[in-house]
C-alpha cells in the first residue's frame, strides 16, 4: 500500500513537473530558422552534398602522391627467391656461383622493409574528372538552397496553420458567448412569456453545434501545433506560443535567382566536363614513381643495405575494344539529359511565377470581398440583436443571422490565410525567401 501510494506521489510531481513546464515562444522569423536546420526534407540533400564533397576532395588524388610501405617476410628455398634474397641483402658469395648451391640452394630467409612513392605527372581524364567533381558539389549545394527555402516555406504555411486554427478556436469561442447570451435572454423572455418553448430549443440546438464545432476546432489546431513541431525537429505535444499574428506582409519578400535552376546549370557543367574526362581516356598519361627498399635475413630489416628504384611511366591505351566509344556515348547522353532538364526547369519556373502571381491576385480580391462581407455580416447580427431584444425579430431570424456572421469571420480567416501564403509563393518562386 505504502509503495502505490509512493509511486502515485511521484507521478504527480512529474506531471506537476511537466504541466509548469513554459510554453515554446516562437515567431515566425524563428519557427523558419529552425526548419532551414531541423527539416525532415533536409537530412538527404545535406547527405547528398556531403558525399558529392568527399568525391572532390578524393578527386586531389589525381595531383598528390601515393605514399605506401610494405613489410614481409619470407623463408624459401626456391633458386630464384634464394639467389635474389641474398643478393638484396648483399651477402652473396662466390660459392653461391657454384651450380649445385644454384639448383639446390638452402632454405634462406629474407625480411624486407620497403617505402613507395607514385606521382601523377600527366592525366587528362583525372583533372577532367576533379572538374565534373566540383560541378557535382556545387550543384548539391544549390540544391540544398532551394530546398532551404522550401524548408522555411513549409515552416510558414505550419505556422500560420497553428495561427489560423488557433484563431478559429477563438472564433468559436466568441461566437459561443454570444450565443451563451442569447440563450440566457431567450431563457428570461420565456418566463416573462414573451417568446415560446421552440425559441428556446432553437438556441439550445445553436449552442450545441457550436460547442461540436469548437470541439473539432481545437481538435485542428492539437493537430497544425504538432505539425509546426515536427517540422522544427521539436517533440509533439509540447505547449506552444505563436507570437506573430496572421496578417499581410507588408512589402513583398526580395527575390533572387531560382537557386534549383543554378544547381541545374552546375549538374550542366558536370556533364559537360564528364564528356570531355571521357574523351580524354584516349590520351596518354605519365607518372613518376620511386622506392627505398632494406632486406636482411633478420627481423630487422632497416639494418640491412638500402636498394632504391626511380623511373617514369608512360601509358596509352588508344583502343580498348570499343569501350572508351561507348563511354563517350554514355557521357554525350547525359550531357544532352542535363540540357534537356534544364530548359524544362526553366519554363517550369516562368510558370511557376505565373501561376503564383495569379494566385496572389486571386487571394487579395477574395481577402477583400471576405472583409466587406465581414462588415455587413456584423452589421446586420446587431441588428438582428437589436431587433429581437425589442420584439420585432424572431428567434430563427437572429441565430441565422449570428452563424451566418460566424461562418463569414472563418471565410475571412481562410481568405487572410491563403492571401499571405500567397504572397510567400511568389517570392519562393521568384527565387527569394518567403
Given at each position: 500500500m505504502r509503495r502505490a501510494v509512493l509511486t502515485a506521489s511521484l507521478l504527480a510531481v512529474v506531471a506537476g513537473s511537466a504541466h509548469a513546464q513554459p510554453p515554446l515562444r516562437l515567431g515566425l522569423v524563428d519557427a523558419t530558422a529552425r526548419a532551414r536546420v531541423h527539416h525532415p526534407q533536409l537530412t538527404g540533400i545535406r547527405a547528398e552534398r556531403r558525399a558529392r564533397e568527399a568525391d572532390a576532395r578524393g578527386s586531389a588524388a589525381v595531383?598528390?602522391?601515393?605514399?605506401?610501405?610494405?613489410?614481409?617476410?619470407?623463408?624459401?628455398?626456391?633458386?630464384?627467391?634464394?639467389?635474389?634474397?641474398?643478393?638484396?641483402?648483399?651477402v652473396f658469395s662466390g660459392p653461391d656461383l657454384a651450380l649445385d648451391a644454384l639448383n639446390h640452394p638452402n632454405a634462406v630467409s629474407n625480411v624486407s622493409l620497403g617505402v613507395t612513392v607514385e606521382q601523377p605527372l600527366i592525366a587528362p581524364s583525372g583533372w577532367l574528372g576533379r572538374r565534373a567533381a566540383y560541378a557535382g558539389v556545387e550543384a548539391a549545394r544549390r540544391m540544398e538552397t532551394r530546398v532551404e527555402q522550401l524548408a522555411a516555406f513549409d515552416a510558414l504555411a505550419a505556422y500560420y496553420g497553428a495561427v489560423l486554427a488557433s484563431a478559429r478556436v477563438a472564433t468559436l469561442d466568441t461566437a459561443l458567448g454570444a450565443a451563451g447570451e442569447t440563450l440566457r435572454q431567450v431563457r428570461l423572455f420565456r418566463r416573462e412569456g414573451l417568446v415560446?418553448?421552440?425559441?428556446?430549443?432553437?438556441?439550445?440546438?445553436?449552442?450545441?453545434?457550436?460547442?461540436?464545432?469548437?470541439?473539432?476546432?481545437?481538435?485542428?489546431?492539437?493537430?497544425?501545433?504538432?505539425?509546426?513541431?515536427?517540422?522544427?525537429?521539436?517533440?509533439?505535444?509540447?505547449?506552444?506560443?505563436?507570437?506573430?499574428?496572421?496578417?499581410?506582409?507588408?512589402?513583398?519578400?526580395?527575390?533572387?535567382?531560382?537557386?534549383?535552376?543554378?544547381?541545374?546549370?552546375?549538374?550542366?557543367?558536370?556533364?559537360?566536363?564528364?564528356?570531355?574526362?571521357?574523351?580524354?581516356?584516349?590520351?596518354?598519361?605519365?607518372?613518376?614513381?620511386?622506392?627505398?627498399?632494406?632486406?636482411?635475413?633478420?627481423?630487422?630489416?632497416?639494418?640491412?643495405?638500402?636498394?632504391?628504384?626511380?623511373?617514369?611511366?608512360?601509358?596509352?591505351?588508344?583502343?580498348?575494344?570499343?569501350?572508351?566509344?561507348?563511354?563517350?556515348?554514355?557521357?554525350?547522353?547525359?550531357?544532352?539529359?542535363?540540357?534537356?532538364?534544364?530548359?524544362?526547369?526553366?519554363?517550369?519556373?516562368?510558370?511557376?511565377v505565373r501561376a503564383a502571381e495569379a494566385r496572389l491576385a486571386a487571394a487579395e480580391t477574395a481577402l477583400a470581398a471576405a472583409d466587406r462581407a465581414l462588415e455587413q455580416a456584423a452589421q446586420a447580427a446587431r441588428v438582428a440583436a437589436t431587433r429581437y431584444a425589442g420584439g420585432a425579430g424572431t428567434i430563427s431570424e437572429l441565430l441565422a443571422i449570428r452563424a451566418a456572421e460566424s461562418a463569414q469571420r472563418q471565410s475571412r480567416l481562410d481568405a487572410l490565410y491563403h492571401a499571405r501564403l500567397a504572397q510567400a509563393q511568389v517570392a519562393v518562386a521568384k527565387g527569394g525567401n518567403p
Open positions: 595531383f598528390l602522391p601515393a605514399v605506401g610501405a610494405e613489410w614481409s617476410w619470407l623463408r624459401s628455398d626456391d633458386p630464384v627467391a634464394a639467389f635474389g634474397a641474398k643478393l638484396r641483402q648483399g415560446t418553448l421552440v425559441d428556446e430549443q432553437l438556441a439550445v440546438a445553436r449552442t450545441s453545434e457550436l460547442e461540436a464545432a469548437r470541439a473539432i476546432a481545437e481538435a485542428g489546431r492539437i493537430e497544425a501545433t504538432d505539425r509546426l513541431l515536427v517540422l522544427l525537429g521539436e517533440q509533439p505535444g509540447q505547449a506552444v506560443e505563436l507570437l506573430d499574428p496572421l496578417t499581410i506582409a507588408a512589402s513583398a519578400s526580395e527575390s533572387g535567382s531560382r537557386a534549383d535552376l543554378a544547381a541545374l546549370d552546375a549538374v550542366l557543367d558536370a556533364q559537360q566536363a564528364n564528356l570531355a574526362r571521357a574523351r580524354a581516356e584516349r590520351l596518354p598519361t605519365a607518372g613518376a614513381f620511386g622506392s627505398v627498399a632494406f632486406h636482411d635475413h633478420a627481423l630487422s630489416a632497416v639494418t640491412g643495405p638500402a636498394r632504391w628504384t626511380a623511373g617514369v611511366v608512360v601509358r596509352w591505351t588508344p583502343f580498348r575494344g570499343l569501350r572508351e566509344a561507348a563511354e563517350i556515348d554514355r557521357a554525350r547522353a547525359g550531357r544532352d539529359r542535363a540540357r534537356e532538364d534544364l530548359a524544362t526547369a526553366e519554363r517550369n519556373a516562368l510558370a511557376e
